[in-house]
């Protein structure tokens, strides 16, 4: 009896808990596969950073793999979505129409323009800082501001 009891409980958790996640509006996932023909998806809305190597293997991508995941919220503040293709036989649209060799990291803007590449892993205080200098991001800083008033003061 006791077991039946238990398993009683245990069903009722279970149906509680995925419930209550089913109801939780879901955070749009930070880290997705490059296997989209443009990025106009994203116009206006993210900050695309696609993260291109030749291999998952690649010392380079695991190392800027780890950088932006230890600073996730930092990433999802700036309204930045990390893009990967380590592909380069599947011969992606974006990585024809970028062209890297080997490893390389683009941040790409809002306004779907291409604001930096770089040959190596950047870290994230990196990738924020030129990001926080964007008209773009001035704009939405000084609208944060204006909204909520003297929490940024």
């Known amino acids: 009896m006791k077991r039946v ?3 009683v409980f245990a069903g009722l ?3 509680t808990a995925s419930a209550q996640s089913a109801t939780e509006p879901q955070e749009p996932a930070l880290f997705l596969p490059a296997d989209m023909d ?3 998806e994203f116009h206006w809305k993210k900050r695309p950073v696609l993260v291109f190597a030749d291999s998952e293997d690649d010392p380079a991508f695991q190392a800027q793999m780890e950088l932006l995941r230890e600073q996730t919220d930092d990433l ?3 309204d ?3 893009l990967t293709d380590t592909d380069p036989a599947a011969r992606s649209a974006l990585r024809l129409k970028m062209r890297p060799r080997g490893f390389m990291l683009v941040l790409v803007g809002k306004d779907g323009e291409i604001k930096l590449r770089k040959p190596r892993p950047w870290d994230v205080r990196e990738i924020t800082r030129s990001i926080d200098k964007m008209p773009i991001r001035q704009r939405e800083i000084r609208d944060a501001k204006e909204k909520f008033g003297t929490i940024f003061d």
């Open 80 to 82: 930045v979505i990390v």
């Open 38 to 40: 443009d990025l106009s």
């Open 76 to 78: 999802r503040a700036r």
């Open 13 to 15: 958790f279970a149906v």
């Open 5 to 7: 009891i238990a398993l």
